[in-house]
């Protein structure tokens, strides 16, 4: 008995909305879900079943708790931009041979404006062409990416965060503090309150914070967005929390 109720043990690496609902679906079939979180946020939203907060320590370190729990499945559920937790995951997982899924929401080059954005690779380009097209910059790329925007010798940058900032701001910036979901109205009059002549985000993708795409485009403010970090090859992915659902009920017990 033992061994079995390992197998329907489960590991969620998780941080995102569809994490969270991935964890919802896995306890109601049955199986015992534990949900990482990196402990970023001050007030995380928490999922349900078993939670730990914090990080692993490495890849060396996550290999060393898969192999002292022994989960039947793995699924990196972490946000798109989460690039060093997914290459860690792989590594530890084909370690210690544990089955792994990326479930990863799909990106917003579907959008039906994406042809008119900038896309950029990377945060240090983002920036450079945000100094050229912009004066009053809205900035949604997330807080660890701050640093590459310091430099803008723009006239205003106005920057949304989940918590609020500890650091301190070059004076020409204005730091607000939200979390979603938004709606397009919102974002207009967020755009328009502030006077913002160009967005500079990323390709999270999902629903939740795609309102100041539309916004964005319906005020005639330019978005500058950064391309998702590549997907490590030879992981199987899927982009929907009912195709991991799935995967992970058959992987867990078919093990057992
Ligand atoms: P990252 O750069 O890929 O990860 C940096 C380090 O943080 C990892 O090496 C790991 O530390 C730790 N970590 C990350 N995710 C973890 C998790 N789910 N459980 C335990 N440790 C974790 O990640 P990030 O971009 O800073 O994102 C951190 C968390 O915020 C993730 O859970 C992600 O899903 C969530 N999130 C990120 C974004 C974003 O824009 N990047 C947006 C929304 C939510 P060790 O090496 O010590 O294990």
């Not at 954005?117 to 660890?144: N, Y």
């Not at 309102?211 to 005020?219: G, I, Q, Y």
Request: proline share 5%; hydrophobic share 50%; glycine share 10%.
């Amino acid at each position: 008995m033992h061994h079995l109720s390992h197998r329907r043990s489960v590991l969620i690496l998780g941080g995102t909305a569809e994490a969270r609902a991935l964890a919802a679906a896995l306890v109601a079939q049955g199986l015992e879900v534990t949900s990482s979180l990196a402990g970023r946020v001050a007030n995380p939203a928490l999922p349900a079943g078993e939670v730990r907060i914090g990080g692993f320590g490495g890849a060396d370190g996550l290999a060393e708790y898969l192999g002292g729990n022994r989960f039947g499945a793995v699924v990196d559920a972490t946000h798109p931009f989460a690039a060093r937790m997914t290459d860690n995951a792989v590594v530890a997982c084909q370690a210690v041979g544990a089955p792994l899924l990326r479930l990863a929401r799909p990106g917003w080059a579907d959008h039906p404006n994406a042809s008119q954005w900038r896309w950029v690779d990377g945060f240090d380009s983002a920036a450079a062409v945000a100094g050229d097209l912009g004066s009053r910059i809205f900035l949604t790329t997330g807080r660890t990416t701050l640093t590459h925007f310091l430099p803008l010798a723009v006239t205003f940058v106005l920057v949304r965060l989940i918590d609020t900032p500890d650091e301190h701001f070059p004076v020409a910036w204005q730091a607000i503090r939200s979390r979603g979901p938004y709606t397009v109205d919102g974002e207009r009059s967020l755009l328009a309150e502030f006077g913002i002549d160009l967005l500079v985000t990323k390709d999270s993708g999902g629903s939740l914070t795609a309102p100041k795409l539309a916004a964005a485009r319906a005020a005639n403010v330019p978005i500058v967005i950064v391309r998702r970090p590549a997907t490590p090859a030879g992981v199987e992915q899927v982009s929907t929390v009912e195709a991991a659902a799935r995967w992970t009920v058959q992987t867990a017990l078919a093990a057992g």
